[in-house]
């Protein structure tokens, strides 16, 4: 398929209405231009209210920004509230707002750690309890949260991190249990890729590092890192109808980073 008919490609969501968490950039708002171009109304929501604006604006249609820091349960109420109040509705709810920390065990201060949990696994299931009683009603709704490779695998120097994505995976399958007999579906995205500018933070602490070791996603089955756009259709496709039979799931958007380790050479015998 060529690159032009990728772009085009798009899930339906007509007449559906989507709440994506952290989509003032990256992946977040990608998802939601993809998911505008099949038609789905949107909430956005981040901490970075003028690129959040800007997002928005730059979609146009039915797409609104509303300030949203996802580790505070009053601002959720609140978010939830707007969406409700305009479209009557909740389709799917996409967590993706996450915070990043690059350090090891031994680096990385309790508050430190607590922050990232607050963000990354706290965050998701504060969305979740708020987004429940609408999705209750309905009888149906969807909800995605993105989580990572490193939440599949283990990983050196992003413990606080990986812990987070570790848990929200558990939250995905305990929730997907509890909430099925409801209509309700939750499953889970792990991207080994996404936005650089989550890394922007330790360009300096990652410019020491050896050409060798940049190129450690060299040896997945498909080398390199997953495109935001291919990261963003599995968020889709599971926030969409197409995932109807799907709960509880991860879904590596990983060029097989969490399959195996492609050993050069061994191709040749
Ligand atoms: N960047 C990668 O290489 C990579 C790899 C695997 C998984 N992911 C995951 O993909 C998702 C999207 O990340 P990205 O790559 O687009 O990075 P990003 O840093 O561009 O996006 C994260 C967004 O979350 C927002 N955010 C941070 N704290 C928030 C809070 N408290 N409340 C609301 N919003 C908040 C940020 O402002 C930002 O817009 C995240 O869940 C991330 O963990 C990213």
């Known amino acids: 398929?060529?690159?032009?008919?990728?772009?085009?490609?798009?899930?339906?969501?007509?007449?559906?209405?989507?709440?994506?968490?952290?989509?003032?950039?990256?992946?977040?708002?990608?998802?939601?231009?993809?998911?505008?171009?099949?038609?789905?109304?949107?909430?956005?929501?981040?901490?970075?209210?003028?690129?959040?604006?800007?997002?928005?604006?730059?979609?146009?249609?039915?797409?609104?920004?509303?300030?949203?820091?996802?580790?505070?349960?009053?601002?959720?109420?609140?978010?939830?509230?707007?969406?409700?109040?305009?479209?009557?509705?909740?389709?799917?709810?996409?967590?993706?707002?996450?915070?990043?920390?690059?350090?090891?065990?031994?680096?990385t201060p309790a508050e430190v750690a607590l922050q990232v949990l607050r963000v990354n696994t706290l965050g998701p299931y504060l969305g979740i309890r708020a987004v429940l009683p609408a999705m209750k009603r309905q009888g149906e709704g969807a909800i995605v949260n993105i989580a990572s490779i490193d939440g599949m695998t283990g990983m050196n120097g992003v413990s606080a991190y990986a812990t987070s994505k570790w848990g929200l995976r558990g939250l995905t399958k305990s929730a997907a249990m509890e909430l099925g007999r409801h209509g309700i579906r939750v499953n889970c995205v792990c991207p080994a890729g996404g936005n650089p500018e989550m890394y922007e933070p330790w360009a300096e602490t990652l410019s020491g590092i050896s050409e060798e070791t940049r190129a450690y996603t060299d040896n997945r089955a498909i080398p390199g890192n997953a495109p935001m756009e291919a990261i963003a259709d599995g968020a889709l496709f599971l926030a969409s109808d197409a995932s109807r039979q799907c709960t509880g799931i991860d879904l590596p958007v990983d060029g097989g980073a969490s399959v195996g380790h492609f050993i050069p050479g061994f191709n040749d015998f």
């Open 1 to 107: 398929m060529s690159e032009a008919a990728r772009s085009d490609f798009h899930f339906e969501f007509e007449d559906r209405v989507l709440l994506v968490t952290g989509a003032a950039r990256g992946l977040g708002a990608c998802i939601a231009e993809r998911a505008a171009a099949g038609g789905a109304r949107l909430l956005l929501g981040d901490i970075r209210d003028a690129q959040g604006e800007a997002v928005a604006k730059k979609i146009g249609g039915a797409v609104r920004y509303l300030h949203l820091d996802v580790a505070q349960e009053e601002e959720w109420t609140r978010w939830v509230e707007a969406a409700l109040s305009e479209w009557g509705r909740i389709d799917a709810l996409v967590n993706n707002a996450a915070i990043l920390h690059i350090g090891t065990l031994e680096n």
